[in-house]
């Protein structure tokens, strides 16, 4: 059954399920949106699953219309609601997942998330033999084999106008700021947020076992033509995060007036940029072509404005690597 997913039949018509899972973020709506639509436009049922995996397990299912997905293009969050499921990581929580799908008579899936998603999509779908799409949905922009993540963009805009504000503060005491921003174990939003608000510098897991980022800036002598300094930490135990930098200066170099802020989850709210949104529908329309072509098990990425397909195991297993073009930049443009 699960192989006739390409060609809708005439006796019952195919069904998709949709699910958004781990760390919201702005623009899911919009993929919900998309995959909902191109399902339906290309004759299949949908079924929309709440809560993530959560959801698959217990049941919390329900048909969706085109109307289900009106006017959310600009919400953030997710309506389906996300979780974090521990029990999706047993194979008893998968083979109850799996039975569930039968029950619903959900034919392939459609799941939005990052990492975490992708990695537990992987090993269902080689368990049961089932057909997965995946769409890149994280502010962390940590998959491989896409250039960017739905919900990257409109993280890297919040960062950028929170320094923007904190930059009037830090300006009129002459004070240095280190302001942490999310991305789990990847630099992508420091760096970019960093180059984009004018920051003098951001430290980041990907270098951090090279140099040691603190003192190298501290050597530099920060912005010499300027009292105060802004550095964007990405949150990560290979940093140590905004406290332990703002500690290490307290300790080590205490003429410097040194403030923390962490930016925490205002980066995972708000409305989608345009950038989220097209991406998001692109996205969630090219799943359903996938699916259409007999593709399973992979991620739809986005490779110089074209979407790409990239294998499941590819997305998940290797490390994303940061640009540095990128690092040099902002150095360059930090004295
Ligand atoms: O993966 C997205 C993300 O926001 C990370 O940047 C962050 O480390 C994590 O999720 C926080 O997760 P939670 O909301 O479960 O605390």
């Given at each position: 059954?699960?192989?006739?997913?390409?060609?809708?039949?005439?006796?019952?018509?195919?069904?998709?399920?949709?699910?958004?899972?781990?760390?919201?973020?702005?623009?899911?709506?919009?993929?919900?949106?998309?995959?909902?639509?191109?399902?339906?436009?290309?004759?299949?049922?949908?079924?929309?699953?709440?809560?993530?995996y959560?959801?698959?397990?217990?049941?919390?299912?329900?048909?969706?219309?085109?109307?289900?997905?009106?006017?959310?293009?600009?919400?953030?969050?997710?309506?389906?609601?996300?979780?974090?499921?521990?029990?999706?990581?047993?194979?008893?929580?998968?083979?109850?997942?799996?039975?569930?799908?039968?029950?619903?008579?959900?034919?392939?899936?459609?799941?939005?998330?990052?990492?975490?998603?992708?990695?537990g999509?992987?090993?269902?779908?080689?368990?049961?033999?089932?057909?997965?799409?995946?769409?890149?949905?994280?502010?962390?922009?940590?998959?491989?084999?896409?250039?960017?993540?739905?919900?990257?963009?409109?993280?890297?805009?919040?960062?950028?106008?929170?320094?923007?504000?904190?930059?009037?503060?830090?300006?009129?005491?002459?004070?240095?700021?280190?302001?942490?921003?999310?991305?789990?174990d990847?630099?992508?939003?420091?760096?970019?947020?960093?180059?984009?608000?004018?920051?003098?510098?951001?430290?980041?897991?990907?270098?951090?076992?090279?140099?040691?980022?603190?003192?190298?800036l501290?050597?530099?002598?920060?912005?010499?033509s300027?009292?105060?300094?802004?550095?964007?930490?990405?949150?990560?135990?290979?940093?140590?995060?905004?406290?332990?930098?703002?500690?290490?200066?307290?300790?080590?170099?205490?003429?410097?007036?040194?403030?923390?802020?962490?930016?925490?989850?205002?980066?995972?709210?708000?409305?989608?940029?345009?950038?989220?949104?097209?991406?998001?529908?692109?996205?969630?329309?090219?799943?359903?072509d996938?699916?259409?072509?007999?593709?399973?098990?992979?991620?739809?990425?986005?490779?110089?404005?074209?979407?790409?397909?990239?294998?499941f195991?590819k997305?998940?297993?290797?490390?994303?690597?940061?640009?540095?073009?990128?690092?040099?930049?902002?150095?360059?443009?930090?004295?």
């Amino acid at each position: 059954m699960n192989d006739s997913i390409t060609s809708p039949n005439t006796e019952r018509k195919h069904c998709i399920g949709i699910l958004t899972s781990g760390g919201d973020a702005p623009g899911m709506n919009a993929a919900v949106r998309a995959v909902t639509r191109a399902a339906i436009y290309n004759g299949f049922d949908v079924k929309a699953i709440y809560r993530g995996y959560k959801g698959l397990l217990s049941g919390e299912i329900v048909p969706f219309k085109t109307q289900n997905v009106s006017n959310i293009i600009q919400q953030g969050g997710t309506i389906l609601k996300t979780a974090r499921c521990k029990e999706f990581e047993t194979a008893e929580g998968r083979k109850t997942a799996y039975e569930t799908l039968q029950r619903e008579g959900i034919d392939a899936l459609v799941v939005i998330g990052g990492d975490g998603t992708l990695t537990g999509a992987r090993i269902f779908a080689s368990e049961f033999n089932f057909p997965i799409v995946g769409l890149p949905g994280t502010i962390d922009n940590d998959l491989y084999g896409t250039d960017t993540t739905i919900g990257y963009d409109t993280a890297l805009n919040t960062i950028m106008q929170a320094v923007d504000k904190i930059r009037d503060t830090a300006t009129s005491h002459e004070r240095l700021f280190f302001i942490e921003v999310m991305g789990r174990d990847a630099g992508f939003l420091a760096l970019n947020g960093a180059i984009a608000s004018g920051a003098e510098a951001a430290i980041i897991p990907e270098i951090a076992t090279e140099v040691d980022q603190l003192e190298e800036l501290i050597k530099n002598g920060f912005r010499k033509s300027k009292n105060s300094s802004i550095v964007l930490v990405a949150e990560s135990p290979m940093t140590g995060g905004a406290m332990h930098m703002a500690e290490r200066v307290k300790n080590e170099y205490p003429q410097y007036d040194v403030r923390v802020s962490i930016l925490g989850h205002l980066q995972r709210g708000g409305s989608p940029t345009a950038h989220d949104r097209i991406l998001a529908s692109r996205m969630g329309a090219a799943a359903i072509d996938a699916l259409l072509e007999g593709q399973r098990n992979v991620m739809i990425g986005i490779r110089n404005e074209q979407i790409v397909y990239v294998p499941f195991s590819k997305a998940i297993k290797n490390d994303k690597p940061i640009d540095r073009e990128l690092l040099n930049t902002l150095r360059t443009l930090s004295i």
